[in-house]
């Protein structure tokens, strides 16, 4: 599974708090949460995805959240992450 594949490898990287990986457009595309103060560039986890995936599943756009939304059970709310108002291409 792609989405799965993207999201191993950006929440690998240190400041990465939480991450959710959803398709849209046939792209995936990230929402990421960072550590309480730390700082990351949406180019440089998209450059770590291309190093470690195949360049079709890296990321077409990043969107920085404070907190990724959750139902009541505790699991993230993916359909709400489609079509964020915030979310912008990374280039």
Request: charged share 20%.
């Amino acid at each position: 599974m792609v989405a799965r594949d993207v999201e191993e490898v950006i929440h690998e990287l240190p400041v990465v708090s939480e991450v959710a990986v959803v398709a849209q457009n046939g792209q995936p595309t990230g929402s990421v949460a960072l550590r309480t103060g730390e700082m990351l560039a949406a180019v440089a986890i998209v450059a770590v995805c291309r190093r470690r995936l195949p360049a079709s599943h890296a990321p077409a756009a990043i969107t920085f959240m404070p907190h990724l939304p959750r139902n009541p059970m505790g699991a993230i709310e993916r359909g709400r992450l489609r079509g964020w108002p915030e979310r912008r291409p990374w280039r």
